[in-house]
């Protein structure tokens, strides 16, 4: 059940486990431990996400007691950049197409988020090495912000307080799919709570910097709905100095209530 919601198998739930599955592929390409690289002597270095994507989304055919397969991949672009490619299949069908880039990080002054800086990770082996997790595959690695979309209305801004319990991670940076699920709550809010059962086609997301723990999120959004369909931009700013943190892009449409689907 912690897999699943009224439209089927959970995105925040995968991209949470295609996170952790992420973070493993590096330990292990690397040679080094589960916790943060470096020494005793620094502050710890972690892999921040710079960028996802989900492309050809289906989690609405995901049912209960499904079997989900995962194929993963990941490539050492350089000493300060990684890329992950993940495969979900139910049923011999494509639910998810995911695509994870992340660069190495490290706080200058210890616990405060503000003095992050993207740093190298030493012994990096000579040239991209890959490490293939069944059949996954090198995916396309793209730059820069996302594209604007001019015709679209603009729904508003919602103010987002984030619970360390709840959205933050271990190492005090609040989690990568923090950032959607606010876009995901300010989308519900503005639209009016029309859609509860949208499901994503496809969603795109840069990551731009996180904030300290207490500190508030403003979540802006257009959109474009037509019918079942419906396009998001959203824009998530620190709400303390007015920061950009990240932008999402989302295709997602509503999909009906299953007649096998349970209620209780």
Avoid at 79 to 98: E, I, K, Q
Avoid at 110 to 136: F, Q, Y
Avoid at 145 to 162: I, N, R
Wanted: aromatic letters at 6%.
């Amino acid at each position: 059940m912690p897999h699943l919601c009224p439209s089927g198998f959970s995105e925040n739930w995968l991209w949470k486990e295609l996170g952790h599955r992420h973070w493993e592929l590096i330990g292990q390409s690397l040679g080094r431990a589960a916790s943060g690289f470096g020494t005793e002597r620094e502050q710890p270095i972690y892999a921040a996400f710079q960028r996802i994507s989900l492309e050809h989304g289906a989690l609405d055919a995901v049912r209960e007691n499904d079997i989900l397969e995962v194929r993963s991949a990941l490539i050492l672009l350089s000493a300060t950049r990684v890329v992950s490619r993940h495969r979900a299949a139910c049923g011999g069908r494509l639910v998810a197409d995911v695509e994870m880039t992340s660069v190495f990080i490290q706080r200058r002054i210890a616990g405060e988020n503000r003095s992050i800086t993207r740093v190298k990770v030493g012994r990096h082996p000579a040239g991209p090495a890959l490490v293939d997790v069944g059949n996954g595959h090198r995916g396309s690695v793209e730059a820069g912000a996302l594209p604007s979309w001019t015709e679209m209305d603009e729904l508003g801004s919602v103010v987002v307080d984030p619970c360390p319990q709840l959205e933050f991670n271990g190492a005090g940076l609040l989690y990568f799919s923090s950032y959607v699920a606010a876009v995901d709550r300010t989308e519900w809010q503005l639209s009016g709570r029309r859609r509860p059962r949208s499901t994503t086609r496809a969603r795109r997301v840069v990551f731009h910097s996180n904030i300290e723990i207490g500190d508030r999120l403003v979540v802006r959004i257009k959109g474009s709905m037509d019918g079942a369909t419906a396009r998001f931009k959203a824009s998530i700013c620190s709400e303390a100095d007015g920061r950009l943190l990240a932008e999402v892009m989302t295709d997602c449409v509503n999909v009906p209530m299953r007649s096998s689907q349970r209620t209780g």
